[in-house]
């Protein structure tokens, strides 16, 4: 199937003020575009009412997107003008390619204020094409086939597919910590407070190395990571500025950390409520 882009949604950002959503919209901008860079695809960013627009798209692009911290989800989506008839031709167009014969389908629509016709209404217009052009059946509880139509303005997104994001905020965005890392529940710790936007400089054992550099992923790349047995935590302390320190159960027992007085972040005291990276 050729696909136009990937339309990339972003959630807590969306809540932000005017001036930090902004800033926070660009900075998840720049770690999308790092990731992808990193992945060896070239695109650009455009921003939409409360999404982001990856053009060109290339196969893969929006699974890589959406392991970006502050992206909601990304499917990679076929663009065409905000009319019925331009809707009509590319969804039925989508769903011959997609909608295997016998499946049952459904059709999800939204779309902004002051299109002609409602949410509903494009659902079953468009459904009503479905069915007597392919003869499938219908099933709105449990479809084997949904057909998602986004109408932006001017431009209307038709997708069937959707990558689940890592969601929180863009890494980068809040304050540098450090991070002391012994063992799996310290690199877990680490991963949730760059899901809220921390900068973090690890200092790892050499035997967590391994692991600690699977965090990279969900970088903008300025991610530190130092070695225990080539550099301690008072060398760190008085090189640059922190304003915590992520531990992954007890209490960090370097005393120098007690000297600095800095706050001490246990994410993982939520258990069960946090979400679970399939990566760490």
């Not at 932000?16 to 992945?39: A, C, M, P, Y």
Request: proline residues 4%; charged residues 25%.
């Amino acid at each position: 199937m050729d696909y136009d882009a990937v339309l990339v949604r972003y959630g807590e950002i969306f809540l932000k003020s005017g001036h930090t959503q902004r800033v926070f919209r660009d900075k998840l901008n720049s770690n999308i575009l790092w990731r992808l860079s990193k992945e060896g695809f070239d695109c650009r960013t455009t921003n939409l009412r409360h999404r982001i627009l990856l053009t060109p798209q290339c196969e893969g692009a929006a699974e890589v997107a959406s392991n970006v911290f502050g992206v909601k989800s990304a499917s990679p989506v076929i663009m065409t003008d905000s009319g019925m008839n331009a809707i009509l031709e590319k969804s039925i167009g989508h769903a011959r390619q997609k909608l295997s014969a016998g499946k049952s389908f459904a059709v999800r629509a939204r779309r902004t204020s002051g299109f002609a016709k409602t949410s509903k209404e494009i659902e079953e217009d468009v459904g009503a094409l479905l069915k007597r052009e392919l003869g499938n059946p219908v099933n709105l509880t449990k479809p084997d086939f949904t057909l998602h139509i986004e109408v932006l303005e001017d431009k209307t997104f038709i997708f069937s597919e959707i990558f689940p994001g890592v969601g929180g905020l863009p890494y980068g965005c809040e304050a540098l910590l450090l991070a002391i890392v012994e063992n799996q529940d310290d690199v877990l710790a680490c991963w949730h407070m760059m899901r809220r936007g921390a900068q973090v400089h690890a200092l790892a054992s050499r035997n967590m190395l391994a692991e600690c550099e699977k965090l990279l992923n969900f970088s903008d790349g300025s991610l530190k990571i130092s070695l225990k047995d080539e550099e301690t935590v008072e060398s760190i302390l008085s090189k640059k500025q922190f304003f915590g320190v992520i531990s992954g159960g007890k209490k960090p027992g370097e005393t120098c950390l007690n000297e600095a007085n800095l706050p001490i972040y246990c994410p993982l005291v939520g258990g069960k409520f946090l979400p679970k990276p399939q990566i760490i």
